[in-house]
């Protein structure tokens, strides 16, 4: 409104409300409907903006959501309830900097991970309960109707849960995902140009062209406005120009293996 040059009371007037609307708007009082966006962003002359700003008020109270709250009860739960979404979803783009993404764990690499995960959040251990729902999540990656395409960084390969044979596995299993056609695994090497491409982010997960899940220490955010969305699409095929495949990712992941001695 204020980019726009036009007062509280022309606003009003131009969308045909009574001021008292205008001031609830502006103070949060009460939340805007999707015709009330709609008519703002057109006195305002922001029309471009609509999509975004009606995306950012669905999204308001369920963004961000904390660990704590998620997983009160545990892990079955918080791996069980975004299995729908992961069926319906046509392409699923995953980056992490962290950990071997979990739809490529193996069970026991998914136990130890889950178990460390436990401990420092202090919540129920029902790591074996949530170790089957993640396998049942990963059903995706095996039924040959998604697209899934995974860019992880070097060092991730390198980050030790459970001990020498959970890692072999879990690296020696990410060898037999090169070979599926509808998977695509890309590896960032460690020493890469940063400053041409992208530094490291936290992990985040992205589904069709719909939303975007990004996992913070603390919390879960949900990102469903559709430039926000563009910008993490764009930081992953940043990432893609990064990363090696083919020959060039087996020979990392077969060093990894190799340095576990």
Request: negative net charge; proline residues 3%; aromatic residues 8%.
């Amino acid at each position: 409104m204020e980019d726009a040059g036009i007062s509280a009371r022309e606003a009003a007037r131009r969308c045909d409300w009574h001021e008292s609307k205008s001031s609830r708007l502006l103070s949060g009082t009460t939340p805007p409907s999707e015709s009330d966006i709609r008519l703002w962003c057109a006195a305002c002359g922001a029309d471009s903006q609509t999509a975004d700003l009606i995306a950012a008020s669905k999204a308001a109270e369920s963004s961000y959501a904390s660990w704590s709250r998620i997983q009160r009860e545990g892990l079955r739960q918080s791996q069980r309830q975004y299995i729908p979404l992961y069926e319906r979803t046509k392409v699923i783009r995953v980056y992490t900097s962290t950990v071997i993404p979990g739809l490529l764990q193996t069970p026991d690499y998914a136990a130890a991970l889950m178990s460390a995960i436990v401990d420092y959040r202090g919540i129920v251990n029902d790591v074996d309960a949530a170790v089957a729902a993640r396998v049942e999540r990963s059903k995706v990656v095996n039924d040959g109707r998604h697209r899934c395409v995974f860019l992880i960084e070097e060092s991730v390969l390198r980050n030790r849960f459970g001990d020498v044979g959970t890692m072999t596995a879990q690296l020696g299993s990410l060898l037999t995902i090169l070979g599926k056609p509808n998977v695509v695994l890309g590896i960032i090497p460690s020493g890469s140009q940063r400053d041409q491409g992208m530094w490291t982010v936290e992990t985040f997960m992205i589904f069709d062209e719909a939303e975007v899940q990004v996992e913070l220490l603390a919390a879960f955010v949900t990102v469903t406005v559709p430039s926000e969305i563009r910008s993490y699409e764009s930081a992953f095929s940043r990432f893609g120009s990064m990363a090696v495949y083919g020959r060039d990712a087996t020979k990392l992941i077969t060093a990894a293996i190799e340095a576990l001695g």
